[in-house]
């Protein structure tokens, strides 16, 4: 009796797990991850740089980076990248109808990389990137907040022992 009473335990158990698991969403970070690349590109400002950059890249990775690349008129490019679970913070200044968000990481996490530069090529590394932004309003960067911290707590989780 006392088999067949843990096997009906587990049992149990495991039709309870299938059950919640039924209602989870396992797609979160994939979701982060294409909020932000979306909102990126929808919302980049090009005008305030448009009279220096010739053209942009600015990629979320479905590995958890962003990268942003510009290429200058001079020929002279940059390059910005860090792993998204090192965010830390941000702040935006600006008005909603144009300004720059400041992505701060935790430490020196964001790599820099000049190419083509007059000073000479310069690989370094940074605590923030900047982006600049156009049309952004309270709600859409508190969303860009909390994708951020969703990738965050998704990469804590999947690293404990």
């Known amino acids: ?9 587990i049992s149990l158990l495991s039709a309870f797990c299938m059950f919640l698991c039924a209602f989870s969403d396992p797609e979160t970070l ?12 929808d919302h980049y400002d090009s005008t305030q740089e448009s009279d220096q950059v010739k053209r942009y890249e600015l990629n979320v ?10 290429y200058f008129n001079n020929g002279k ?19 909603t109808t144009s300004g720059k968000l400041y992505i701060h990481t935790k430490g020196d996490d964001v790599i ?3 190419y083509k530069d007059k000073g000479g090529d310069v690989d370094s590394m940074a605590t923030q990137l900047v982006i600049p932004l156009k049309n952004m309003e309270a709600e ?4 860009i907040r909390d994708n951020l911290n ?7 989780i999947s690293q404990k022992p």
């Open 140 to 143: 859409d960067l508190n969303l």
């Open 112 to 114: 820099v990389q000049t």
């Open 30 to 41: 994939t979701q982060s991850i294409n909020f932000l690349q979306k909102t990126f590109t």
């Open 150 to 156: 969703k990738i965050n707590a998704e990469v804590l």
């Open 77 to 95: 490019t940059e390059y910005f990248a860090f792993k998204l679970s090192k965010f830390k913070d941000m702040d935006y200044y600006g008005t």
């Open 61 to 70: 990775t479905n590995n958890g980076f962003c990268r942003y690349k510009r």
């Open 1 to 9: 009796m006392k088999k067949f009473t843990l096997c009906l335990k």
